[in-house]
């Protein structure tokens, strides 16, 4: 009997017929001590994602049919990842979206981390990539910023000893720690099922580590009405330290940018050093990532998200339901 591999690449996959076959073969590629599996968990699709995954023909790929969900708590993407983290023989799983591209270094990368940390979890940036015609282009740009943001703002929150979220785009876990704290059927349901985890694996004294590369490039949301529906899946969080930190910071620079407009005299300099502080942050970590042609963008990401936000707010008053991989759900 062959040994079970050190490493298990779990991925919950929904109609990802376009996207699915070159996910798999860059997992193929990966270069790992210990061994790997790759497990797709196809969750009910409806396209031809089976039919795809079987012609790849590959030894190292399990794939789990779901063809039905009827779990009365969860979300269908908590179940279908807690089914390939049970079936899962590695001790350390890795996680990723099933439009995901990763680099050949990225499951030896986090593994590393995880050694070097002892950590019980590593996660990692996500990357998005515009569509060929480029249509979508400033999502993309937008999304990248956004997400190397975040990592910071988690990791600095996790070496303060606060809640933090990461992102399952991109993470490696122990699986003992997964069931020690009793897996999703403990941890409840969450539209946001990393948010719902990390909390989860922090309340459990588990520790948490980060990383700014390798990163995993995904899909960038194709419209802006599409990032709106995204955004507002992921504010569905709850209350946490995360979501306060962010709330005041992100206050603080509209408070001072109206200030500024009433009273200069008063406001302008903190303005100004606020706006200036925030977008220093942002390119210290896509410095970190080594998106340096991204560093410009650095001046413009915070009003942008912003306005995202107030726009999630807004439309979060009329919409109180989220559709999340061909359910709906209440927020």
């Known amino acids: 009997m062959n040994a079970d591999p050190r490493v298990s690449i779990?991925?919950?996959?929904?109609?990802?017929?376009?996207?699915?076959?070159?996910?798999?073969r860059s997992f193929a590629a990966q270069r790992c001590d210990g061994g790997f599996e790759i497990i797709i968990v196809d969750d009910r699709s409806t396209d031809e994602t089976g039919e795809i995954l079987a012609s790849l023909n590959l030894d190292l790929l399990r794939v789990i049919r779901i063809d039905r969900f009827e779990h009365a708590v969860l979300t269908s993407r908590q179940v279908a990842l807690d089914t390939g983290f049970r079936e899962a023989r590695g001790e350390i799983l890795v996680v990723t979206d099933a439009d995901a591209i990763v680099p050949e270094d990225w499951v030896a990368g986090l593994c590393a981390r995880l050694d070097e940390t002892r950590a019980d979890l590593v996660g990692g940036p996500v990357r998005f990539a515009a569509r060929s015609d480029g249509g979508n282009r400033s999502n993309a740009l937008m999304q990248t910023v956004d997400g190397m943001f975040y990592i910071g703002v988690?990791?600095?929150?996790?070496?303060?000893?606060?809640?933090?979220?990461?992102?399952?785009?991109?993470?490696?876990?122990r699986k003992d720690a997964y069931f020690k704290i009793g897996g999703y059927e403990a941890m409840g349901f969450g539209l946001t099922e990393?948010?719902?985890?990390?909390?989860?694996l922090r309340k459990a004294g588990g520790r948490i580590a980060f990383v700014a590369q390798p990163a995993v490039s995904v899909r960038a949301c194709s419209s802006w009405r599409?990032?709106?529906?995204?955004?507002?899946?992921?504010s569905a969080g709850g209350c946490s330290a995360l979501s306060v930190l962010l709330g005041v910071w992100m206050l603080l620079w509209v408070i001072t940018a109206v200030g500024a407009m009433?009273?200069?005299?008063?406001?302008?300099?903190?303005?100004?050093?606020?706006?200036?502080?925030?977008?220093?942050f942002v390119a210290w970590w896509l410095a970190r990532g080594g998106l340096w042609r991204l560093l410009p963008a650095a001046l413009i990401f915070e009003p942008a998200a912003i306005l995202t936000g107030l726009a999630v707010m807004w439309r979060g008053r009329r919409v109180k339901r989220v559709e999340w991989g061909g359910l709906t759900y209440d927020r």
Do not use: K, T
Not at 226 to 234: E, G, M, P, S, W
């Open 10 to 24: 779990v991925v919950a996959s929904y109609n990802e017929a376009g996207s699915i076959a070159a996910c798999v």
């Open 226 to 234: 599409v990032l709106l529906d995204r955004a507002q899946r992921i």
């Open 154 to 173: 988690c990791s600095v929150l996790n070496r303060l000893g606060f809640n933090s979220g990461f992102v399952f785009g991109n993470c490696a876990f």
């Open 262 to 280: 009433i009273a200069p005299a008063w406001f302008l300099i903190p303005f100004v050093i606020r706006w200036l502080a925030g977008a220093a």
């Open 194 to 200: 990393d948010l719902v985890f990390g909390r989860a």
